[in-house]
């Protein structure tokens, strides 16, 4: 007699099937003033790359709004505009993190690097320096690079949703 299989069996991965319809990592045309390059790899506790996975990126107001799939190294991409702040915020971008394990998603933020408002944004204020650094995108190769560590000594700091 065989069993039917319980959810817990069948969480995935299924992500492909939700990023065939246009270039969803594309928030802005390429050509777009403003436009960059968000790039970074999505990793495991022991460091061994997710390939997997899937990233969505929000702006904080959720008008805009993208979504890759990583490929067999791990890699991710976006293409965007810097989003407005927030009054007293730094500008960020909210993500999810969809990977294998999850049965539920989890809930991270990247801000840009060299933002004068990152020193009184009131969520980074509220962390360790260390912490804090796990949320903040660097300049890499005229684009920005955030990768996402799910547990370990590198693990990037999530939120409660």
């Known amino acids: 007699m065989t069993l039917p299989r319980t959810p817990a069996q069948t969480v995935g991965p299924f992500y492909s099937i939700g990023l065939c319809r246009r270039p969803e990592n594309e928030l802005v045309g390429r050509d777009e003033p403003g436009a960059l ?7 495991d506790g022991e ?28 890699r991710f991409a976006f293409v965007l505009t810097k989003p407005d702040a927030a ?22 933020r990247i801000y840009f690097a060299g933002e004068d408002a990152n020193t ?18 660097q300049a890499e190769d005229g684009g920005l690079r955030f990768d996402v560590h799910l547990q370990g000594e590198r693990a990037t700091t999530f939120f409660a949703h």
Do not use: M, N
């Open 37 to 43: 390059e968000l790039a970074g790899r999505l990793f």
């Open 87 to 108: 009054p007293g915020e730094a500008p960020r971008l909210d993500v999810w993190v969809h990977a294998r394990g999850l049965l539920r998603q989890l809930l991270t």
């Open 47 to 74: 460091g061994t790359p997710v390939v997997d996975g899937l990233i969505e990126v929000w702006d904080r107001a959720g008008r805009r709004w993208g979504r890759s799939g990583t490929d067999a190294d791990g």
């Open 120 to 137: 009184s944004d009131p969520v980074l204020a509220q962390l360790a320096a260390a912490d804090a650094a796990t949320l903040v995108a």
